[in-house]
């Protein structure tokens, strides 16, 4: 994987996975692996400052509480309406973008 190509679409990544429901740091690193076979692996050095970032642009949103099988609390993230309207945004940008490439092929 270009890793050029995986930095600039992670925030795309991540606000796509919380769009399924509010998650904690651990599952959203999970779901990715899972819903792309392995492709995209998702490690802390880059996962929580770019949910740092989120949550500071008003896209995530971020509480702290038990995880259901119990145990310490953990940061749960949940898309905002601002971060599912950015979400829409980028996803439109993507395809354009992935057209007009493909034209060139």
């Known amino acids: 994987m270009e890793a050029n190509l995986f930095k600039g679409n992670l925030d795309l990544i991540v606000l796509s996975v919380l769009e399924g429901g509010e998650r904690y740091g651990l599952e959203i690193g999970k779901e990715v692996d899972a819903r792309t076979d392995g492709y995209f692996t998702l490690n802390?050095?880059?996962?929580?400052?770019?949910?740092?970032?989120?949550?500071?642009?008003?896209?995530?949103?971020?509480?702290?509480?038990?995880?259901?099988?119990?145990?310490?609390?953990?940061?749960?993230?949940?898309?905002?309406?601002?971060?599912?309207?950015?979400?829409?945004?980028?996803?439109?940008?993507?395809?354009?973008?992935?057209?007009?490439?493909?034209?060139l092929w």
């Open 44 to 103: 802390a050095g880059s996962l929580y400052p770019a949910l740092h970032r989120l949550e500071k642009q008003g896209w995530v949103l971020a509480e702290e509480k038990a995880p259901p099988r119990g145990g310490p609390q953990v940061r749960y993230y949940t898309l905002t309406s601002t971060g599912a309207a950015e979400l829409k945004r980028r996803r439109d940008a993507y395809q354009i973008f992935d057209q007009a490439l493909r034209a």
